[in-house]
């Protein structure tokens, strides 16, 4: 297997100098020496050339591609695994123009590219978390006071959110975080969320703020409440009830989609969250493991028919 000690662009372009190179290094990822087949997990199979194989139940012929976010694509792994290392490495993103240059695509292609890598980025919002967990909602949109007159909406200040796209996310103090496009901010769907990611017997603490949606986790949880109401942003008597880590985060999301990218639409901003959680989650590891760790998690398979019904950002 090639030495995956890469620590740069210019040691990556250096370690996957040819094409070949990254078809062997991808097949040791995925299949460890192994190869099996994605039409028949049980089945024999056969080597062929131009690196195919055969499923010998199925009779179908497939290569390590088959079944991944590469499947189908006419442009060279060489310039996806450049795109994965420049897209996982930056700490805001990186815009579809910008990528277009920094590959030699087209800006479409590298839009392609870019949402196929960010169906993977799901695989890290998913975490069940303990200890001390922060609740916290945010919302993603212009703000009026930055609109033109004829553009401003009426009564959309605090959590009227007429013209935002509200998330809910739940932190791990000191550890991961998940987040998620919610279609308001009520108990309905706020409280499923947490009851599904954060367990009551592994849970010291839940914190969050006065919102009447939080109402009732007492029942399961130990819950701390932060009056913002009443300008308490940290408990007077224990300095460690505040919710001021996932507010925190909440400031690198907004950072991120409002200065990388030019405009995300409602129904495509899922994926943007899923990438912003996947780089907080893994921000004490190196660019080397980040790259790996998506690549080992690239079986997801979207069409560019699938992709084309969102708006393009």
């Given at each position: 297997m090639i030495n995956p000690n890469i620590k740069s662009v210019f040691e990556l372009t250096q370690t996957f100098a040819t094409e070949q190179d990254c078809i062997e290094y991808y097949e040791d990822l995925?299949?460890?020496?192994?190869?099996?087949?994605?039409?028949?997990?049980?089945?024999?199979v056969y080597k062929c050339k131009n690196n195919q194989y055969r499923c010998k139940n199925t009779g179908k012929y497939f290569n390590v591609k088959t079944g991944t976010m590469f499947e189908n694509s006419k442009i060279s792994l060489r310039k996806w695994f450049l795109a994965i290392w420049l897209?996982?490495?930056?700490?805001?993103?990186?815009?579809?123009?910008?990528?277009?240059?920094?590959?030699?695509?087209r800006q479409a292609t590298a839009w392609f590219l870019l949402q196929r890598i960010r169906a993977c980025f799901g695989i890290e919002n998913n975490n069940?978390?303990?200890?001390?967990?922060?609740?916290?909602?945010?919302?993603i949109g212009g703000k009026n006071k930055n609109r033109h007159k004829d553009k401003k909406v009426p009564h959309s200040q605090g959590r009227s959110f007429k013209d935002k796209v509200p998330i809910m996310g739940m932190l791990q103090r000191g550890g991961k975080m998940n987040a998620f496009?919610?279609?308001?901010?009520?108990?309905?769907?706020?409280?499923?969320?947490?009851?599904?990611?954060?367990?009551?017997?592994?849970?010291?603490?839940?914190?969050?703020?006065?919102?009447?949606?939080?109402?009732?986790l007492s029942k399961h949880y130990d819950h701390r409440i932060i009056d913002h109401s009443r300008k308490e942003y940290v408990n007077l008597q224990d300095n460690t009830i505040h919710t001021n880590?996932?507010?925190?985060?909440?400031?690198?999301?907004?950072?991120s989609v409002s200065g990388m990218y030019n405009h995300v639409s409602k129904k495509h901003l899922q994926k943007y969250v899923d990438e912003f959680v996947y780089r907080f989650n893994l921000r004490k590891v190196s660019d080397q493991e980040k790259f790996r760790y998506l690549l080992s998690n690239s079986n997801i398979r979207t069409t560019y028919k699938e992709l084309t019904t969102l708006v393009k950002c």
């Open positions: 995925r299949w460890n020496g192994i190869v099996v087949s994605p039409f028949d997990p049980t089945s024999k897209v996982t490495s930056h700490k805001k993103g990186i815009s579809s123009m910008q990528l277009a240059k920094d590959i030699g695509v069940e978390l303990e200890g001390i967990i922060e609740c916290d909602e945010t919302f496009v919610v279609p308001d901010t009520k108990r309905k769907s706020i409280q499923p969320l947490i009851h599904k990611y954060v367990k009551p017997e592994t849970v010291q603490t839940i914190i969050t703020d006065e919102w009447w949606a939080y109402n009732g880590s996932i507010e925190g985060s909440w400031n690198i999301l907004k950072r």
